[in-house]
């Protein structure tokens, strides 16, 4: 699991929810598909039509955001929505389908835009096969797990969790492959702190590049 605080800004967070305000919800049901997410899935999603100005501004900023590019490497977001769970909702056990349309689901991510003081419950679990790992951050924070991973939304048993959650297909299709390519790049964004960008870090720079060509699809 991958956590970046302060994805999105404060102002942004506040102005995007003045926007989805104006938006009606509808049962998330409509969206789950044939897996067992159906028997599952507790919650509210944004009508997609009259609110897709919101994510497809989302969709943009995720596509092009530089912190994502040196960690997940997107090429494209399959599906992405916006969800509410006001008290009583849940979304139990369950994985994400592989396809979305032509794209492969290698990363699901949710974009947190209500602060964890606003609402109890509402974590996020990822079920790894060493454990599991929960996640409540800070607003402005987006989480981001391997597609195949199972998980779940406890009930909120007070305010509302309102979040944008999406799937991306990577250019770098297995996560041990990203992770590599991860901690390169924070190897390289040290190095070049430290010592400017000199002859090593240009060596450094060519293999991850290098890398990038061989594993990139
Ligand atoms: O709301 C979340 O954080 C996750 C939602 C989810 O698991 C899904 O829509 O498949
Ligand atoms: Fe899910």
Redesign the pocket.
Known sequence: MITIEGFLSDDSCARIKKEIAKVPFED?LK?AGVRM?ANV?R?LQMDPVKGQHITDELKTFILNDKRLKETVYPKDIGRI?I?R?DPGME?GI?S?APMMGALRTDL?F?LFLEDPSEYDGGD?VMHYSHGTVTAKPPKGAI?LYSTGVM???EKVTRGS?L?C?GWIQSFIREESKREILRELNFVKANYITRNGHDFLADLFLKNVGNLERLWSE
């Open positions: 998330g969206t997410a899935k919650n929505f969800n769970y979304y369950h994400d699901s949710t996020l989480v998980h779940r939304v969790r979040a959650v």
